[in-house]
């Protein structure tokens, strides 16, 4: 059943998303299906409620792209209506995916090499990381939008995946 079906009516979740992709380098086959996961998983399950008045409670159309160091979450509804248009610094999140990167890359490169008692521990870093990304936007998002930890963790995983430009 594909998220499009009427028969498949979900208020207050994304139902859609685009990513503003133009410019970004060529990615890790990896990193390619993290991207791939993230919007299967996003789509499948998530919480999105927008805040304020006059906004319809759902089902949305994201589309999540960078523009001037700003991370902009533009949603519709499904009749491509806009709703809201949220913009995010992206600064206070630097630091966190870049840290999140390097974890990954030894992630990545442990898989073909390393035991799995390293294995596992690298990959407690990156969950532990992912985490803190997630919350960091759950509260950067708390005055416009209400979102569940998986769902930001999805939206942290888009986030990271935009970050990849050229």
Known sequence: MSADDPSRVRPRSIVRVDLDERSFLRRRPEVEHEREVALFDLIEENTFILKGEGVAPGPYHLRLGLSEDRLVFDVTDELAVPQRQITLPVRPFRMLVKDYFMVCESYYDAIKT?????????????????????QMLTERLADHAELDHNTARRLFTLLCVLHMRG
């Open 114 to 134: 390393s035991s799995p008692t390293q294995i596992e521990a690298i990959d407690m870093g990156r969950r532990a990381l992912h985490n803190e990304g997630a």
